[in-house]
């Protein structure tokens, strides 16, 4: 039925009735399955999990990769002194917002713990200031910075309350003072302090849901960020989790395996795939990035509908890259963990430096790295490593100025901008956005759900919420196949039922009762239960 739909597409209605005959005698051969899970990354391994743990244990998870993990992605880079090499991660590498005690708790730290992941706490008072001088001491900046953040977090909750229009990150700031335009190490801290997380600046970004996201992450859990440096890679907890639902070599694991095709009504999904395989599922979750979403590279039959493609472009999909070198000694001050470097020219040019060799992470790894974002993720990704590596060189000689900086034995960084089963890093919300908008990202359309990192309205760009949209959707549909009904009008919190609105026409802001679980707005933003 769902092949008949695909082919008669722009056909007469006398064709499709001789293909959907045909159909009848020929029926599809595609395997079959109650659900398709596209995609193993946090969000399909806790859609796995919520689906087996409510006894639906019919389903397949299809991968790209040759293992799971997803944007939990590690490589091997330089080596020990024994010669075997490090792990560093190229994806994910804090387990963010790790909960107070007795309080809420950010699953990816339950599993962080659960599974022993080797981590340290990230001490962000721990970071010198450089410029093309050297070392510069600008850091009094970052409090001043800190002050007007709390006044645009003030602002942009009376934004939310009262149901007015969404600003931009760069207002807030403004009108709380902070306006760092003729300042290059203003500018650094800024990016510290905004595009480091959300790997866009402040006019790219809304100030309503940029604030309210770093609410229910640093507020609801805390302030805390871990990172971690496990030899295993971060990777290793979502296949200790998978584990418990997967057994070795379990058939319903399609590794190595690539999605061209999803076809959908509202009696099922067929998936067609690069190999020429294809599974005909009730219910399917696709959990690929908003990038490979944006970029066409997977065929939806019929078409999105209009309400659902403009949301896949209205949200922002953002780089984040990291770029690693090894030395043959550590010459930059061991203790700190951060410096931040002020280009007299260029707002995010190689800001952030991270040392890998610091006591608590890897000494003696003589490993440093620095990350850049967005605009400059894609000048520099298009790259050649030398060139790279030159223009990297320049800014630490700029930063030690009376220190021989050696070359580096190591160099390398991931290429996320073109990576084909990302399309980018993680996605942001742009100026001016609604919860509405949102709702349509996370919508359903027919039997096709949609989870992952950028479907969570609260923890997007983060684990936590690819893993809190796995279990949604997986458990939404579990209760699908077992037709528990769910009740709307009783605006029911119970897990499993959460229905998915979308509006064909959108209404601007919505007022302060819309934002409910039914919404994908579980938390409130205005929770705060940091003690300190
Ligand atoms: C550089 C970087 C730094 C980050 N830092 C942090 C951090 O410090 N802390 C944090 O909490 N989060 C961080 N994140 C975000 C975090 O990694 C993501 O939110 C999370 O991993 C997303 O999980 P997901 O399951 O939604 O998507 P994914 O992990 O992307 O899973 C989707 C899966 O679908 C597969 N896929 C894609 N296309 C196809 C296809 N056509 N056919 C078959 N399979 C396909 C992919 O291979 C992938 O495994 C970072 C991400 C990046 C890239
Ligand atoms: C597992 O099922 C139990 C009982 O139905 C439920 O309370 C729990 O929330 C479920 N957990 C997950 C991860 O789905
Ligand atoms: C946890 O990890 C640390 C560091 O990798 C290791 O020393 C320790 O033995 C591990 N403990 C357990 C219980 O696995
Ligand atoms: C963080 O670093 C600062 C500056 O070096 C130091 O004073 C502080 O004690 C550190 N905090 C923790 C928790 O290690
Ligand atoms: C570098 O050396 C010069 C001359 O000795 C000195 O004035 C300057 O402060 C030093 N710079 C740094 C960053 O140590
Ligand atoms: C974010 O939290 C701060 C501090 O609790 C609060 O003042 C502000 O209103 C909140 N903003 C939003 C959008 O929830
Ligand atoms: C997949 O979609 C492409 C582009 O629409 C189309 O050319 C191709 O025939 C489709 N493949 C299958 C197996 O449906
Ligand atoms: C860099 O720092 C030095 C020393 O504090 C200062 O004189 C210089 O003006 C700074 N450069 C810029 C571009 O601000
Ligand atoms: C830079 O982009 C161009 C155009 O897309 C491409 O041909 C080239 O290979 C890229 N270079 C690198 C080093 O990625
Ligand atoms: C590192 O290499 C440089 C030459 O590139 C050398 O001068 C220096 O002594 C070396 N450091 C160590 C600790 O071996
Ligand atoms: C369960 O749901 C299916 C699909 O929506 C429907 O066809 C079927 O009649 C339902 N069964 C029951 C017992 O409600």
Known sequence: MILSNYLVLGLT??????IATADIEAPSTCRKTSVAILGGGAAGVAAGKALSNASITDFLIIEYQDDIGGRAKHTTFGKKSDGTPYVVELGANWVQGLGVSGGPQNPIWTMAQKYNLTN???????????????????????????????????????????????????????????????????????????????????????????????????????????FVFDQRGFSTIFKHEASAYLKPNDPRLLLRTQVTNISYSTDGVTI???????????????????????????????????????????????????????????????????????????????????????????????????????????????????????????????????????????????????????????????PSTSLEMHENLRANVDRLWFAGEALSAEFFGFLHGAWFEGLDSGSSIAALLKNKTCDSSSGSSAKGCSIRKHYEVLHGPSPLADYGVLNGWPISSFIDNNSD
């Open 120 to 226: 340290t706490y990230s001490n962000y008072s721990s970071i010198l200031t450089y410029n093309e001088t050297g070392f510069t001491d600008f850091s009094d900046l970052l409090d001043v910075y800190d002050n007007a953040d709390t006044i645009m977090g003030d602002n942009s909750g009376e934004i939310l309350l009262h149901n007015l229009q969404d600003q931009t990150a760069r207002t807030g700031l403004s009108l709380a003072g902070w306006k760092p335009k003729q300042n290059m190490a203003a500018q650094a801290v800024e990016w510290w302090e905004w595009d480091w997380e959300s790997a866009y600046s402040p006019e790219e970004s809304s100030l309503v849901f940029g604030v309210a996201g770093n609410n229910v992450t640093f507020n609801y859990f805390s302030d805390a960020n871990n």
């Open 272 to 430: 067609h795939n690069h190999d020429g395989s294809c599974i005909d599922a009730e219910y399917a979750i696709c959990t690929f990035s908003l990038g490979v979403l944006q970029n066409d590279v997977v065929n939806f039959s019929p078409q999105l509908p209009d309400w659902k493609e403009t949301a896949i472009q209205k949200f922002a999909m953002g780089t984040y890259t990291k770029i690693f070198l090894q030395f043959n000694e550590t010459f930059w001050p061991e203790d700190t963990q951060y410096f931040l470097y002020a280009s007299p020219t260029s707002r995010g040019y190689y800001p952030v430096w991270q040392s890998l060799s610091t006591p608590g992470f890897l000494p003696g790894s003589n490993i440093i790295f620095v990350t850049v974002v967005h605009r400059e993720s894609y000048r520099v990704e298009n790259q050649s490593d030398e060139e790279t590596k030159g223009e990297v060189m320049a800014v630490l000689r700029q930063m030690f100025p009376n220190i021989t900086v050696p070359d580096p034995i190591a160099f390398m960084y991931p290429r996320w901008t073109t990576t084909p089963w990302a399309h980018g890093s993680y996605s942001n919300w742009p």
């Open 13 to 18: 209605s006398l064709h499709s009735y001789v």
